[in-house]
């Protein structure tokens, strides 16, 4: 089921099934799946402008179809942005996030999960 403001039979629920049968395909659970096509469906839709509320992460980050590529063959830790550990330390109520560089954030978004 595509995610809330997916109208059934448009564009983007075309894709949210597209995307989720190539991550079953992958191997990937039904519900990691369903999250990740979710994920990939709501921010192309905040980058085309098709949303009421995004995040600034979602609008000025590179689009999703483009990073998969792009991290992919390199040998670079492949995770979060600086802006997506930063908003989920935010999130979590993380103190001195905005001094801390990614490596610091990732390390007390860790810390503050377990």
Do not use: C, F, W
């Not at 921010?43 to 085309?48: F, S, Y």
């Amino acid at each position: 089921m595509p995610p809330a403001g997916v109208k059934k039979g448009t564009k983007r629920a075309r894709q949210y099934e597209h995307i989720k049968d190539s991550q079953l395909e992958q191997g990937r659970s039904e519900d990691k799946a369903e999250e990740i096509a979710a994920r990939t469906v709501n921010k192309e839709k905040a980058q085309a402008g098709e949303s009421r509320t995004a995040s600034k992460s979602s609008t000025q980050d590179m689009s999703p179809s483009r990073r998969g590529g792009r991290r992919s063959g390199t040998n670079r830790e492949k995770g979060r942005t600086r802006d997506q550990l930063y908003n989920e330390a935010k999130q979590l109520g993380v103190d001195g996030r905005s001094k801390m560089n990614k490596e610091q954030l990732r390390r007390a978004v860790d810390r503050k999960k377990k």
